[in-house]
């Protein structure tokens, strides 16, 4: 049965529903459905980066044994690059199960024909200064936060550190900061890297959406600002 409601996913407004949305990450857990994507991920990481960072980010962590906590930031913040020194899940693995159809409505990717290269390729949808493109952009930064909850209820209910671009409830947050010049720089690295075209003004509007999305789950007082040093 699972199976059967995993495939049938497609993109429609009825599937778009918040509800459909927390149900196929209940799904995802039951079932074995991964790209394996994780082994490529970690290998656009470059371990002597991010340990200053890292430590400074631990030290904060260890003053609250036994509570759940979300380390979020923006797209390019330097997340991933973090997380490969600290004892923390990454939220990134929820993408590992989810299915295709879902995932490139969540993340914004659409299909197109590349001339040069006579293929179809795949792409973040360019961005857009639209009222219907910024409406899309908010219900679906939401809605990923929706299914990360119901991902990783268990290991938050635990008391876990997660790591990622999505906020979710937890008893304390730490909300990573950089300035713009620090991202931008960081954005172009990511792009000649992973050879993906990313838009800087897709990045800095989700990063203003996640730290808006941070501030309306947890009080202030339970929030961490933490900047970053990238030395």
């Not at 639209?130 to 219900?139: A, I, S, V």
């Not at 909850?149 to 730490?174: C, M, N, W, Y």
């Not at 730290?211 to 339970?222: G, P, Q, S, V, W």
Request: aromatic share 10%; with cysteine.
């Amino acid at each position: 049965m699972n199976e059967i409601l995993f495939d049938a996913w497609n993109n429609n407004i009825r599937s778009r529903h918040d509800s459909c949305i927390r149900c196929m990450a209940t799904i995802s857990l039951a079932g074995n459905y991964t790209e394996g994507n994780k082994l490529v991920r970690d290998s656009e990481l470059n371990p002597n980066y991010g340990q200053k960072d890292a430590f400074e980010i631990s030290k904060i962590i260890d003053r609250y044994p036994r509570r759940s906590i979300v380390v979020v930031g923006s797209p390019g913040v330097g997340k991933s690059t973090i997380a490969q020194h600290l004892n923390v899940i990454d939220m990134d693995d929820m993408f590992d199960t989810m299915p295709v159809n879902l995932k490139e409505y969540l993340l914004h990717h659409e299909y197109y024909f590349d001339h040069d290269r006579h293929k179809t390729c795949k792409r973040t949808i360019p961005f857009r200064q639209t009222d219907n493109y910024l409406t899309y952009l908010t219900r679906t930064t939401r809605q990923l936060s929706l299914y990360a909850e119901e991902f990783f209820r268990e290991q938050l209910s635990q008391g876990a550190t997660l790591i990622g671009t999505t906020p979710v409830h937890a008893d304390k947050a730490v909300l990573l900061k950089a300035s713009s010049d620090d991202l931008l720089k960081n954005v172009e690295l990511r792009s000649r890297t992973t050879n993906r075209e990313i838009d800087f003004r897709r990045t800095l509007y989700i990063g203003e959406l996640i730290e808006k999305i941070t501030r309306e789950i947890f009080a202030e007082n339970d929030i961490i600002v933490y900047n970053m040093q990238y030395e």
